[in-house]
Nanobody
């Protein structure tokens, strides 16, 4: 059973920083891309940032220059360093991973979500 476990959310003032972590556990063949999505109340879930197994990154325009995604392939973990946070960054953040199982079947897995609240 593959699981993604997130940590690091919380309450922070505008201009502050948070670091989210997401670790994949269980038995699998390989992790391809990993990423972070967010969903604010009344809005659709949106991509925040993604990173390939080779380290190529992709960011939403609204977070470029403030949020940085990285990963540790040896630890099967992806991080999201969040700096210069704004109230509009308030949302539940979800970790996502494209994982090939031991049978070489591709699945998208999601974490349980972690709340990030930025006060003005």
């Amino acid at each position: 059973q593959v699981q993604l476990v997130e940590s690091g959310g919380g309450l922070v003032q505008a201009g502050g920083s948070l670091r989210l972590s997401c670790a994949a556990s269980g038995s699998f063949f390989r992790i391809n891309s990993m990423g972070w999505y967010r969903q604010a109340p009344g809005k659709q879930r949106e991509l925040v940032a993604a990173i390939t197994s080779g380290g190529s990154t992709n960011y939403a325009d609204s977070v470029k220059g403030r949020l940085t995604i990285s990963r540790d392939n040896a630890k099967n973990t992806v991080y999201l360093q969040m700096n210069s946070l704004k109230p509009e960054d308030t949302a539940v953040y979800y970790c996502n991973a494209e994982i090939f199982t031991l049978l070489k079947l591709r699945y998208d897995y999601w974490g349980q979500g972690t709340q990030v609240t930025v006060s003005s």
